[in-house]
């Protein structure tokens, strides 16, 4: 026991660091973090609505992706039977909430629990912080690939229209 007492206080670090440590935080950072979280969190919850009725308009409701929903379907085993038409939707909006929230968190933890001023406290919202830009980094890797599936979909339109157009049909036709 006395042996990971002695590693514990090894690489712990030392009261002169954590003071500076502290007074870094409550000096330089609490406050940016506190408005800049409590920004994303903001710009997250106008942009979450935008993207899913993006999504659910462009993408799910077209009847290029529900006919491979349904051919999907005809192949999925029986343990997949829960999938649902806007899963993939419901799940991209869940994330965003989730990442709403933890962004949300982590300004609030800054002027609450930041305030104590204690070294485990402000390793703590050092650690929200951390998690919340983690699922920011997340959800942009999920909009990006969503994105790229949509951008797909439109070359593919895309290059049938030009296709129609060049065998004589009309390039206007509608979506």
């Not at 007492?5 to 500076?20: A, G, K, M, R, V």
């Not at 038409?85 to 989730?98: E, F, N």
């Not at 001023?117 to 919202?125: D, H, K």
């Amino acid at each position: 026991m006395s042996d990971l007492h002695s590693l514990i206080l090894s690489i712990w670090p030392t009261p002169e660091f954590q003071q500076w440590f502290i007074d870094c935080y409550r000096d330089a950072i609490r406050s940016s973090m506190f408005t800049g979280f409590l920004s994303l969190s903001g710009f997250l919850l106008s942009a979450t609505t935008f993207i899913v009725i993006q999504m659910k308009n462009e993408v799910f409701d077209r009847p290029e992706y529900l006919e491979r929903y349904r051919v999907s379907q005809k192949h999925a085993s029986k343990s997949n039977s829960k999938s649902t038409v806007y899963g993939p939707l419901k799940r991209l909006s869940k994330i965003l909430t989730s990442t709403i929230c933890i962004s949300l968190f982590a300004s609030v933890a800054q002027i609450t629990i930041g305030l104590i001023g204690t070294f485990e406290t402000v390793l703590f919202c050092y650690s929200v912080a951390l998690i919340a830009i983690g699922f920011v980094f997340f959800v942009l890797w999920l909009i990006a690939c969503n994105l790229s599936a949509w951008f797909k979909d439109l070359d593919e339109r895309a290059e049938d229209k030009l296709a129609a157009s060049s065998s004589g049909g009309s390039v206007l036709k509608s979506n």
